[in-house]
């Protein structure tokens, strides 16, 4: 611990020495000219650095449409770097080290335990002091209802202030998840899909009849399945640290009734055959060919495998169907299903405390723009004739094939290119059959976000959370395996759990509570 706690003293002291010494030399070493060209963002002479995160199925290009197109917009000279994301944790390290090696801008996808130690070091600005500078920004975020505030929310550090861009748009597809169903088998079978858990384990046993080398709860991604389907027993559960909306307060989800409840329902269905034995671990590759060889038939996960599986499957199951039904709820649970809130857009924008204030400004500028509605607008649909076409009185985006994207054609909705995006636009670069169950999915899904995943913690606060779940997490995570794999006994059941509560589980969840009253 002490170690840990030097380093971080180090790396802040480090920082706090170039982050002090803020001049206001351009990157020429004099200032730079101030007159910025009508229609532009920043001056012809104005260099930005910037960094990007590049993804390997649609990586940054410079000749990317969408880039051609704010390079356009902003003017000045943008030399942007695409980052590959297998590389990207070392060489932001790197970067960050001294001011002369930071970027102008970062676009990539922040972590909020790295991106809030860089912030308490001095390493990037706030956008709420150079607001100024932000006129659309600022605009475009008070003309949003309180419901949609939580965007901008969730991106606030510890200080209160924001270092990181809110997205808008994306939140009608980043991260949605949904319990999906094989409509084309159901409908086949004249299966009915279920209401409950009961029904649940029912149909999975017909399916598993039908189907005997099929697992028809076809679950993975480990522990995190709990906190996927725990909401059918309990509004928000989760297996970990969870906010109980209900009672207001911070609980650890093992300790609890409903988490038996759900340990006991998973071991069934694994000792049934009716879950993957290997759930907990099984490569995603497994998983995948077990849905396309009907070999899978329910599964609560992300909304995008609706698209990804009916056009993978399609070639050797033509009327494979993945689609969306309601969250099954468990007869004595403690609310109405619904899915847990995770379609929040992780993705965004820093400026860098360079010690340049002119870049630093221009940074700002950059920033500002995304938020216009020119830029809504050009970054959401692009231009017609280039990027999308009217088809029966409707845009659509003009692709070279079926398996072609936005992304891999345009660079549209990649990392670095949009702030803010017109949900129109989100829906038409999907199948009809997704973007048609996108409402029916967020109506099925609690309207909260889990402060947990959003609150920032001072470096203090990290380091606490950190000692304390080193003797928690490996406890819960083992034993909850061996519960459901039938390594232990569920009856011993309490046992374990009088273990988990000698614990501190209560120091943990006081820290979370500190931490969002300071938050709020």
Known sequence: MKKRIYALILAGIMIFALCACTGTTTKNGEAGSSVIPEGKQIPDDAVLDIAVASHPSWPYSDDLKVWEYIRESIGGTLNVTGIPITDFST???????????????????????????YCEQGAYKAFDDYLEYLPDYEKFWDSLPESEQWMKDLKKQSDGKVYYTPNYGMERSTNIRAWLYRKDIFDKHGLKTPETI????????????????????????????????????????RYNVYYD????????????????EIVTFLKKMVEEGLTPKNFLNIPTASWEELVTTNRGFIMPEYQVRIDFFNSLARGNYPEFNLTAMKPPYAENGLGIPMMNKSNFDPIGYAVCNTGDEESIINSMRFINWFYTDEAAELLSWGKEGETYEIKDGERAFILPSDS??????YGMRTIGSYLRIDPKSVDVAYSKEQSSVTDFILENTHPEL???????????????????????????????????????PISEWESFRTELLALPIDELLAVYESAYESYK
Not at 199 to 225: M, Q
Not at 245 to 260: A, R
């Open 91 to 117: 060489k932001y390290s790197l970067m960050m080290v001294a001011q002369d090696t930071m970027p102008d801008l970062i676009g990539f996808q922040a972590t909020q335990a790295t991106f809030s130690s």
């Open 198 to 237: 009961d029904e649940l384990y029912t149909v999975s046993k017909e399916l598993k009849a039908l189907y005997p080398d099929s697992y028809p709860f076809c679950i993975r991604a480990g522990l995190n399945t709990l906190n996927g389907i725990g909401s059918s027993w309990k509004p928000n559960f």
């Open 245 to 260: 909306f209900d009672n207001e307060k911070f609980s650890y989800g093992t300790t609890e009734d409903t988490m038996l």
């Open 404 to 409: 072609a994207s936005i992304q891999t054609v």
């Open 450 to 488: 889990d402060p947990t995943i959003y609150i920032s913690f001072t470096a203090e606060e990290k380091e606490k959370i950190a000692d304390l779940n080193t003797s928690i997490t490996t406890f819960v995570e083992e034993n909850l395996a061996k519960f459901v794999l039938g390594q232990r």
